[in-house]
């Protein structure tokens, strides 16, 4: 079965730092794009990063470019997203989501597969 | 970066009902529009891609249309599950921006 399974999540300071991580099973990851999307408290939804299949292609949305970092490590299956300098409007339940497509450069992604997610309170 | 509307931001319908919604791009996409219906506590599901394409295992009562910069998502008789809040995506480029959402209540 294809699954993402979100942890890292929960309640920090603004200011501080905070490591998400997707851990992915059931297809080969290495040949997908991987990305995070999040949905603040009753908002809509909100692309975040994304990255190639060799992480050679990486994106950012603007509201969170310069403080998150996006990597994977294809060895262990798994997504990371690392971000610092947390304000309270990154409060939101972010998602890893998968790119469809093979070899996907961060053009024309499609999310097939969505993991659960895992909620991030940003909150002095 | 690419702005996406979507229209209207709610609607209201019967079990039986065809429902049909808007997406806007601010500029030419081609054909590159996907579709999510996500339903509380749940992860989005992807219904349609590449503006027409049905994803695997969704019902045929849903179609996609449209190029450049408008699309419409088609529910030809609303089913109770289908009762859920749909967001529309641009893959065009990044930031792969959604659109604010429809939110399909009961009448």
């Known amino acids: 079965e294809v699954q993402l399974v979100e942890s890292g999540g929960g309640l920090v300071q603004p200011g501080r730092s905070l490591r998400l991580s997707c851990a992915a099973s059931g297809f080969t990851f290495d040949d997908y794009a991987m990305h995070w999307v999040r949905q603040a408290p009753g908002k809509g939804l909100e692309w975040v990063s994304g990255?190639?299949?060799?992480?050679?292609?990486?994106g950012y949305a603007d509201s969170v470019k310069g403080r998150f970092s996006i990597s994977r490590d294809n060895a262990k299956n798994s997504l990371f997203l690392q971000m610092s300098s947390l304000r309270t409007e990154d409060t939101a339940l972010y998602y890893c989501a998968k790119d469809m497509y093979r070899y996907g450069l961060l053009l024309h992604d499609v999310f097939d597969i969505w993991g659960q997610g895992t909620m991030v309170t940003v909150s002095s | 970066d690419i702005q996406m509307t979507q229209s209207p931001s709610s609607l209201s319908a019967s079990v039986g009902d065809r429902v049909t919604m808007t997406c806007r791009a601010s500029q030419s996409i081609s054909r590159y529009l996907n579709w999510y219906q996500e339903k509380p506590g749940k992860a989005p599901k992807l219904l349609i891609y590449d503006a027409s394409s049905l994803q695997s295992g969704v019902p045929s009562r849903f179609s996609g249309s449209g190029s450049g910069t408008d699309f419409t998502l088609t529910i030809s008789s609303l089913q109770p599950e289908d009762f859920a809040t749909y967001y529309c995506q641009q893959s065009y480029s990044t930031p792969h921006d959604f659109g604010g959402g429809t939110k399909v209540e009961i009448k």
């Open positions: 990255i190639s299949w060799n992480s050679g292609s990486i």
